[in-house]
């Protein structure tokens, strides 16, 4: 970054969200936000070269708690389109890449006060209702992006200001240039924020990107491309275009596709990283690939735990956001002695948890996002109800399609440390509990590390110090984020930077300056001040 200009480290935007309690004025514009989108179907365009482009190819994006209420219908993205994004973005890379530091960090320092400020509260409702989250889950994920685009800022700053080491007759310097050619984002349905920072990390370092939002919540993802937009990002730098999979070819083989921000299911990391490597003799550099997949996340618990921390932790751990986190707690080990407690705290306070839709505020769970991830929920819980040597059902194992894709939350002992619901993800609201015998908690731990593939988020309830270092030392590769006496959801950019490893993913941490290093690809310059005029050596005599 050139110009004298310097970025001090941000605060998070999470610390200043609204609460929009009774009676306060953010809660009253809220509610009337609401009720303007569930007024109208809105149609939302391809955004290519900084145009609408509407293709006459539309998928409806409905409500998931009133599925029968169509919110939007968005055009999606042909082979023809897709190539003229392609067209739009590397013709942008031209000057956008060239652009000093300053002016790119301005734009998107101007999306994260427009996003913060003016447009908060529409994007909050368009959030809850397009993605059924309720008001404190949308402005934490809201937040998020305003984190990113603010800190991503700031770790932009830092790794310019990373340059080698000086001698005197040479000056020394690194040329930190964005990869030559388009990123492909690929976002999940789950977070906002994902969405809009997939795109938006390497474009802020000088890529352009084409940008394949999940079509469950274009609604939303689309509100983020308008205060793009509005904060003067320049035509072609991001190219909003959802398309069909059918498709893909005319991305991954095309020569300049440098590299693909991804985040979603395991399997389709392995399909786009397998066709990615079958054509690697056609692109013009090594494509970058960074992914994020998903996450058999477990809560240990040592029998000196405080069970009051361990039972409202995990209540919002496995259940916020109807257990739909990649980090969400879905797997639990609990000591002998203290089940019966945990039991009966879990029967006591699960009933106080309403479902429904998410614009009644008195709701704490939503819907799942749409009828196939409800189907797959259901099918591991009527499982458990079919094989009672296995599992038992300790509360919930209810579920209601006729309106919304609703799943009660949904606790399910398992007698098997290996069984389906133990080691498989479920992305919803049910949470498998082993019970172990207070004298394993060694060999417990051991389990818990090789029982899945998944190595993405946990967390250890221990009131013993010893104990927890235990914990840290044995599930060491277990989790890429691990928290000690908290629940395994919650991460917080530039605090707790997050992603993991094993098959949840590249663990390349978005939210810290590791996540922009990729996108990145430094040039090492030297100028010799006063260069030799002789060829011979001293030696030579």
């Avoid at 934490?140 to 800190?151: N, Y």
């Avoid at 945990?342 to 505020?361: A, H, M």
């Amino acid at each position: 970054m050139s110009k004298l200009w310097h970025l001090d480290k941000p605060q998070n935007d999470v610390n200043r969200i609204p609460t929009y309690a009774p009676g306060t004025p953010e809660r009253e514009q809220l509610l009337k936000e609401i009720e303007a989108l569930k007024s109208k179907t809105e149609e939302i365009p391809l955004i290519i070269n900084g145009e609408p482009v509407k293709t006459g190819q539309t998928v409806d994006v409905v409500c998931p708690h009133d599925h029968k209420r169509v919110l939007a219908r968005a055009h999606l993205a042909s082979a023809a389109e897709l190539r003229q994004a392609i067209d739009a973005a590397l013709e942008a890379h031209k000057s956008w890449s060239a652009l000093d530091g300053y002016d790119r960090a301005a734009i998107f320092s101007k999306a994260a006060d427009l996003l913060a400020g003016p447009r908060r509260i529409q994007n909050i409702a368009a959030i809850m209702i397009n993605q059924s989250k309720t008001p404190f889950e949308a402005e934490i994920d809201l937040a998020e992006l305003v984190d990113f685009w603010r800190f991503n800022a700031y770790y932009m700053q830092f790794l310019y200001e990373q340059q080698p080491d000086q001698i005197y007759g040479e000056i020394n310097r690194f040329d930190w240039r964005p990869l030559e050619g388009f990123i492909l984002a690929v976002p999940p349905f789950n977070f906002y924020s994902i969405g809009g920072n997939l795109p938006t990390a390497p474009a802020l370092v000088g890529n352009v990107a084409l940008w394949k939002p999940a079509r469950s919540v274009l609604l939303s993802n689309y509100r983020i491309m308008q205060i793009l937009m509005e904060a003067g990002l320049p035509k072609g730098v991001i190219n909003f275009v959802p398309f069909a999979s059918q498709h893909s070819d005319v991305v991954l083989k095309h020569p300049y596709f440098a590299g693909l921000h991804f985040t979603g299911s395991y399997e389709t990391l392995i399909q786009l990283w397998s066709e990615i490597g079958k054509n690697l003799h056609i692109y013009k550099n090594f494509p970058r690939i960074v992914g994020e997949t998903g996450g058999k996340d477990f809560v240990f618990v040592h029998p000196s735990a405080d069970l009051d921390a361990v039972a409202a932790n995990t209540i919002r751990g496995a259940f916020e956001y109807q257990g739909q986190k990649c980090s969400a707690a879905s797997r639990m080990y609990v000591p002998q002695s203290l089940w019966p407690a945990l039991k009966q705290r879990f029967l006591t306070e699960l009933p106080k948890i309403k479902v429904g839709p998410t614009e009644d505020l008195s709701v704490f769970m939503g819907a799942i996002i749409t009828k196939d991830a409800f189907d797959k929920i259901v099918s591991y819980i009527e499982e458990a109800k079919k094989d009672s040597k296995t599992y038992e059902i300790v509360y919930g194992g209810e579920y209601d399609s006729s309106k919304g894709w609703f799943v009660q939350p949904t606790v399910i002992l398992s007698r098997d440390p290996k069984s389906k619901l133990m080691t498989e993800e479920i992305f919803g609201p049910v949470l498998t509990v082993y019970i172990y015998p207070d004298n394993e908690y060694e060999k417990t731990l051991k389990l818990c590390d090789e029982s899945t593939e998944f190595a993405l988020t946990g967390s250890i309830f221990a009131q013993d110090r010893h104990a927890i270092i235990q914990a840290e030392q044995i599930l060491r590769y277990t989790a890429g984020n691990f928290y000690i006496n908290d629940k395994p959801t919650g991460a917080v950019v530039g605090r707790q930077p997050f992603g993991g490893a094993r098959h949840s993913g590249t663990n390349d941490k978005a939210g810290s300056w590791l996540n922009l290093i990729r996108w990145m690809t430094p040039r090492t310059i030297k100028e010799t001040l006063v260069p030799p005029k002789d060829w011979r050596r001293p030696y030579m005599g």
